[in-house]
Structure formats: structure tokens, C-alpha cells
């Protein structure tokens, strides 16, 4: 079975971004994505990489990890993917020992079409592609 064969027609150019990572991310660095609800598209990254993530489906983590132990987690980053001030995002960066930012099509449907604008300016970018008339960016947090 191939569990990535639907994000190959649904949308390609996250489905050529996370083959890209499967074949040039070594080890289990932090990606950062798009959060929200649980049984949906979000955690797309982390769940087709194994790459870990700040914070996926919201209801998931809080079935099987409780509330307290992720508490924070979802507003940090909503704030990462919208925020105007280096130091916040810089902090929310280093406080989850993020390597990789991911900016797809969910990404700036979920917080608009400047999503991750600000990292652009900070972050060197590691990977580019459009396809299917949609483009991925993954920023690198060195």
C-alpha cells in the first residue's frame, strides 16, 4: 500500500515536498506545519516523514497525552505562521528545537497568503517546488 498515492493526485506539490525530505532528512529533527483538526489533512508532514512535530491533530494529542503536557503548543504555532516580530518567532523556534519550517498550500490556507513570510526573510531556504499550480517551501533552521 502506498499511503501517500492520494497526496500524489490531491496535491502534488506536498507530495513531491515529502518525498523530498524522506530522501534528504537524516536523523529526527523538528519539522514545524500547519496544526488543527484531528481526521483531516493537517499533520501531513509528520505523519508521512516520521519527522516529529511541534503539534498535530488537536484532539489526538490531547486523547492520548492529555491536556496539560501540550498546552500552548497549537498558539505557538498559529503565532510562528503569522507573527511580525523576529524575536517571537526566533524564541518559539529555539523553545521547540525546530531544524525545518514547512510552507504549503495548507499552511497559508490555514493562516493566509503571507504565511511564513517573516521566516523567508530569516531562514535560508532548503526546498522550493511548484506543482499542480501549488507551491511548498521548507525553511532551515541552522
Known sequence: LDGMRHLQNAVPADYEAIRWLNENVDG???????????????????????????????????????????????????RLYVTRSWEEAEAILKRYNVRYVYVGPLERQ???????????????????????????????RR
Not at 508532514?45 to 503548543?73: C, I
Open 110 to 140: 490555514a493562516y493566509g497568503p503571507q504565511a511564513g513570510a517573516l521566516l523567508a526573510q530569516h531562514l535560508p531556504l532548503t526546498y522550493e517546488a511548484t506543482a499542480g499550480g501549488e507551491s511548498v517551501r521548507v525553511y532551515e
Open 28 to 78: 529526527a529533527p523538528v519539522i514545524v506545519e500547519a496544526c488543527g483538526g484531528s481526521y483531516t489533512a493537517f499533520a501531513r508532514v509528520s505523519a508521512n516523514t516520521g519527522l516529529p512535530t511541534v503539534y498535530g491533530w488537536d484532539f489526538h494529542e490531547m486523547q492520548w497525552r492529555g491536556s496539560g503536557r501540550f498546552q500552548g503548543r497549537q498558539e505557538d504555532v498559529n
